[in-house]
């Protein structure tokens, strides 16, 4: 499946392996959370595994120090818990690649971003209804937000009192 | 009042550009419509009946003079001339073609507007007391506070695919006029032991098919810390909240379902969790907000002005109107005007593009330029000498906008209903036109004194009939539309909600159902005794009984 990133598509150099599918030796694996152990196992690859939107952020801390990427799932576009799990995985401390999986649309992207998604990986059907250009116009479509805290460069907030933030900072 | 500064101004603008590429895509078939729904709705579109309508936010119900000139210059261009104001203080309008919308977006940015999130499932408008900064009874001005959570809530990455609408009312007085206990979140300003400014926080009301009254969740959260306590609830809410069925996705669902102990663990769970500084907007903005609600500079008016003396004494019209929509104000010689969109017969909250410019012009003659709208659909002009009022009187009635009855029972509440809306069961403003004729008299109306009277024509209850003293539900049973009557509800202080009466009516007995009423409560009531506290005294099935006698 196709991943978008703030640079455009990329072809994916994870694999999602199912439950009762065999584990290459090699190679970046997403694995679901019980086979994670198995998977660093492995003699060489990088780990991921899927948090589900019904997931538990905390249940994942202890693995934070192993895993490379967690991939959460959108169900649907219009079921936004992703969002808020992605916020609570990045404040529990976790600083691997955060993936965005599942039906999101390019108008969602600078959320996805500010919510500190790295990048989203999208159905091959959504990428030709939703090119890549798309999704890079949807990128800098909006600059701006006034919500502090957030995986972006600045808020509006900040930008208003440069000077108050350098005394502060 | 609050004036966009360049980011503000850039925001807007990016954001009319990014749903005019949305409405390229989705004439083009990139998005499907049900990707363009959401995107649509959360820049105010529906697709109703007959048309587009388009629900341009109002926060807080506040307009300059110049902001409702540009709503009228829409309403002519786009429109067809008029344009509905809302209980949630937006206006609706009823006729744009897709197309257009684009540009009326980016004539809205012209004057510092938008239709950001007046619909959808993320933060809608934030609504507050209409005489919010004026009313003599406020502990506090809640419109800065409003304006930082209109900011707040803009866009918000993680809080703009919620399971379901979010609706938070902010009031600054202990009496409430933004019926803030039938809101997703109700903020009630209080002060702490040391005299600083904080908010009760209430979650959980609400109106629509499973009316409720929200709870307290905490009862004083201090003003820097509200963005973060907001974005805890808010969180819980959105990982928690359900989304197997539409109908039980509003946050009072989840309060009602894990219990308010329960609920409030959790949010203070993660409130404790939060990074407060790097969460909370700097003190230097809150500041930099409050500054733009600066009052008006008010002249030092005498208590008593002759001319406003000589009208009263010798204007009975003038009078009326004096007694039944002036609201006292905190500076001597002013007060606050409401104007009423009700004329007898008409069409509860709608206004002409002319009307709107008069509107404008008398704001500018008489009140600083500032308008107001009320959540029961009607203008306020916040600000106005009293000496002035007669001047102002004579202009309003020029434009059949003198009705004097705000609070009575013809200043009625009502959803557009089956005239425009796709969702409704059935008609609401023939329904509130009847009535309102039917009790025209208004030596009657102010033997009656505050009865409220609120329509809905589904169960969704835009119309609020679950807080009307007495409430009207349209529904539908094999193609015929029928009303439900409820009793006893209201949004204020105590507030409750409407009990239903029993078997529905068909609409042509509705006037008379409710005359019926009113005249068991003008037999039984008790000197001083308004419409509630009677119904509240003799309970709901003295009044049932009245209902249903026999005509």
Known sequence: MPLVDDRGFHGDRWRHIADDEALPETGDVIVSQGRIAEALARPCGRVGTELGPDGDPEALVPHFGDLALIAVTFRSFADGRGFSLARRLRALGFTGELRAAGHVICDQYPYLRACGFDHAEISTDLAKRQPEAYWLQAAKSITLGYQRGMARSTSIFDGRHPAERRLTA | ?551
Request: glycine share 8%; hydrophobic share 40%; charged share 25%.
């Open chain 2, 1 to 551: 009042m609050y004036r966009y500064d360049d980011f503000d101004e850039r925001f807007v603008r990016e954001r009319v550009a990014q749903f005019r590429g949305q409405v390229e895509r989705r004439l083009s078939g990139a998005l499907t419509e049900d990707e363009f729904k959401p995107l649509r709705l959360m820049n105010g579109l529906y697709l109703q009946l007959h048309a587009y309508m388009l629900r341009v936010a109002i926060p807080y119900g506040m307009l300059s003079s110049h902001q409702m000139r540009q709503l009228a210059m829409i309403a002519d261009r786009w429109d067809r001339g008029y344009g509905h104001f809302t209980t949630r203080q937006n206006i609706q309008y009823n006729w744009p073609q897709l197309k257009d919308v684009p540009d009326i977006l980016e004539a809205l940015a012209d004057v510092e507007m938008h239709a950001i999130q007046t619909s959808g499932n993320c933060i809608r408008n934030v609504t507050s007391d209409p005489f919010a900064g004026v009313a003599a009874d406020e502990i506090e001005d809640p419109r800065p506070t409003a304006e930082m959570l209109r900011q707040w809530s803009s866009l918000h990455p993680e809080f703009s695919f919620l399971p379901r609408k979010f609706k938070i009312a902010i009031t600054g007085s202990p009496n409430d006029r933004a019926a803030t206990r039938v809101h997703d979140i109700g903020l009630r300003m209080v002060r702490d032991a040391d005299g600083n400014p904080g908010f009760e926080v209430m979650v959980g009301g609400g109106q629509g098919r499973t009316p409720m009254i929200a709870k307290v969740l905490r009862d004083f959260v201090p003003k820097q810390q509200l963005i973060a306590y907001l974005e805890a609830t808010m969180r819980v809410y959105n990982l928690h909240g359900r989304r197997d069925n539409k109908f039980k996705a509003r946050i009072k669902i989840l309060v009602h379902e894990l219990g308010i102990e329960e609920f409030t663990r959790q949010v203070e769970a993660e409130f404790a969790a939060m990074d407060l500084p790097a969460v909370s907007p700097d003190p230097a903005e809150w500041a930099r907000i409050e500054e733009a609600f600066t009052p008006p500079t008010y002249a030092a008016l005498p208590e008593v002005s002759p001319l406003f003396v000589r009208a009263y004494e010798t204007i009975p019209e003038f009078a009326a109107w004096a007694d039944i929509n002036l609201m006292p104000h905190k500076a001597q010689g002013y007060a606050g005007v409401t104007v009423s969109l009700k004329p007898i017969g008409g069409i509860p909250g709608d206004a002409t593009s002319d009307q709107m410019r008069i509107l404008a012009d008398a704001a500018d003659r008489f009140g600083f330029g500032q308008l107001r709208v009320a959540h029961e659909q009607n203008i306020v002009l916040p600000d106005v000498p009293v000496n002035d009022l007669p001047a102002l009187w004579r202009m309003l009635a020029a434009a059949g906008l003198d009705t004097p009855n705000r609070g009575l029972i013809t200043d009625i509440i009502a959803c557009p209903g089956l005239d425009y809306c796709s969702l409704a069961t059935a008609r609401s403003i023939p329904i509130a036109q009847s009535i309102s004729e039917r009790f025209a008299d208004l030596k009657r109306q102010r033997e009656i004194g505050p009865l409220a009277i609120k329509i809905s024509g589904c169960i969704n209850a835009c119309g609020h009939h679950h807080v009307g003293h007495i409430g009207v539900l349209g529904l539908e049973k094999h193609g015929q539309e029928y009303y439900q009557i409820t009793l006893g509800g209201t949004p204020e202080g105590d507030a409750a909600v409407g009990v239903n009466a029993g078997p529905g009516l068909a609409a042509e007995q509705v006037p008379e159902a409710i005359e019926r009423l009113v005249d068991h409560y003008l037999n039984e009531r008790l000197d001083g005794e308004t419409f509630l506290k009677t119904y509240r005294r003799l309970g709901h099935d003295a009044f049932k009984g009245a209902l249903y006698a026999a005509g």
